[in-house]
């Protein structure tokens, strides 16, 4: 064996051994527990869900909304609400009453088909004041486009 094969073959080594050690970390999802939303800020709303955000157009709630979507649903809906396909783009997601209560539907108890769960329910984990702040984050996003 000439030099140049004995380099090549221990490079294709060094190459395999390193794609086996990373690939756990590069193929992994990374944590998709829910994340919790800091929402003692906003003003209280009570306990009974509502059908109409309380939050709309609040500066805090957009704030605390922000942060909560990047959180938790931006690695299905995608970054600003833009999905890439894998779950609904959010931008269009309808405003006013009709959108938000369609909305509070899917986020209190998810979306499931046929056995499979396209959403999991958020709404007793992460509560009905993040799921509104989410709202008024998103009706920042929305386009007719």
């Not at 003692?40 to 605390?64: H, Q, T, V």
Request: charged residues 20%; contains cysteine; proline residues 4%.
């Amino acid at each position: 064996m000439n030099t140049t094969t004995t380099a090549r073959i221990m490079l294709g080594a060094a190459i395999a051994a390193l794609a086996m050690t990373a690939a756990p970390q590069i193929m992994a999802h990374g944590d998709v527990t829910p994340q919790a939303v800091d929402t003692s800020s906003l003003p209280d709303i009570g306990e009974a869900w509502l059908e109409k955000n309380p939050y709309s157009g609040n500066a805090r709630a957009i704030e605390i909304g922000t942060s909560a979507y990047n959180q938790n649903c931006a690695r299905c809906h995608g970054l600003e609400a833009i999905s890439g396909g894998i779950a609904p783009d959010l931008r269009y997601l309808e405003l006013g009453e009709t959108g938000d209560q369609w909305y509070m539907e899917r986020f209190r108890n998810g979306s499931s088909h046929d056995g499979k769960v396209y959403m999991p329910a958020f709404g007793e984990v992460l509560g009905q004041k993040a799921g509104w702040a989410i709202r008024a984050f998103l009706e920042t996003k929305y386009t007719e486009e």
